[in-house]
């Protein structure tokens, strides 16, 4: 059976203590009433991820890396590598996220890279894809967002593969106040699935865990995680508030 997953990406919010606050009352929220079912994941800045670690109960609640470096190590300024973000406690790392992609001109050959070292190093990829308005409009996204897998993470072998967790994100419903309808949201993840069992087969298509990330809530979460092929989500400016946080992991 494949798990369910409920990610916070927290992007460039938080300063360190804001986010060890934040991170302790999701602990204790989830310790006192988050369903024992739902893996739940908090997606840091690079800057806070130890104290996360140190902040939360590691058997319960995971920590992930927003990104990671597409080079092992060198004289790339700025710049964080998979085996930095391992030694931090980290188990997870957001990749291909649409903003990422957009305001930083993250390509396949770019994620590739990046997905390897992430693997080698023992860390779990939320590996994102989705389409823009102007894609969604022209009916294209389908073929879109497959295209997407297939110059990415299809490429990997099954055994990586497994590894992977999908994260669709309408980057049409981010930060817009849209939200892909329950039957949009369902429809993609099914042609996702579908996709996966094309190439890997049904067995792993079956296993593998696909997220919704575009605006999902408290209010919304319920109903989009009620579709058979949608197995939690990957939350932005909800999971900042901790109470709205424990809603969507009590969702189910």
């Given at each position: 059976m494949r798990k369910k997953v409920v990610a916070g990406n927290w992007k460039c919010n938080t300063t360190v203590?804001?986010?060890?606050?934040?991170?302790?009352?999701?602990?204790?929220?989830?310790?006192?009433?988050?369903?024992?079912?739902?893996?739940?994941?908090?997606?840091?800045?690079?800057?806070?991820?130890?104290?996360?670690?140190?902040?939360?109960?590691?058997?319960?609640?995971?920590?992930?890396s927003q990104n990671c470096a597409a080079e092992p190590k060198g004289a790339f300024t700025g710049e964080v590598s998979a085996a930095?973000?391992?030694?931090?406690?980290?188990?997870?790392?957001?990749?291909?996220?649409?903003?990422?992609?957009?305001?930083?001109?993250?390509?396949?050959?770019?994620?590739?890279?990046?997905?390897?070292?992430?693997?080698?190093?023992?860390?779990?990829?939320?590996?994102?894809?989705?389409?823009?308005?102007?894609?969604?409009?022209?009916?294209t996204q389908k073929e879109f967002v497959i295209n997407q897998l297939e110059e990415t993470i299809f490429q990997l072998s099954v055994e990586d593969f497994k590894k992977i967790v999908i994260a669709y994100e309408p980057i049409w419903a981010i930060g817009t106040g849209k939200t892909a309808t329950t039957g949009q949201a369902q429809e993609m993840h099914k042609d996702i699935r579908d996709a996966i069992a094309a190439k890997f087969g049904a067995e792993v298509a079956d296993e593998t865990s696909i997220l919704y990330g575009g605006s999902c809530n408290a209010r919304n979460a319920s109903d989009l995680f009620s579709n058979p092929d949608v197995d939690g989500g990957l939350i932005g400016g909800a999971s900042l508030k901790a109470p709205d946080f424990l809603a969507i992991i009590n969702a189910y």
């Open positions: 203590a804001e986010g060890v606050e934040l991170a302790k009352a999701v602990n204790e929220l989830v310790a006192k009433e988050g369903a024992e079912d739902v893996v739940v994941v908090l997606g840091t800045p690079f800057t806070h991820i130890t104290s996360v670690v140190d902040a939360v109960d590691n058997g319960r609640i995971g920590v992930a930095m973000v391992k030694s931090t406690g980290a188990g997870y790392v957001i990749l291909g996220h649409s903003e990422r992609r957009e305001y930083y001109g993250e390509t396949s050959e770019t994620l590739n890279k990046k997905l390897a070292l992430a693997l080698e190093n023992g860390l779990t990829p939320i590996y994102c894809c989705g389409e823009a308005l102007e894609i969604r409009e022209a009916g």
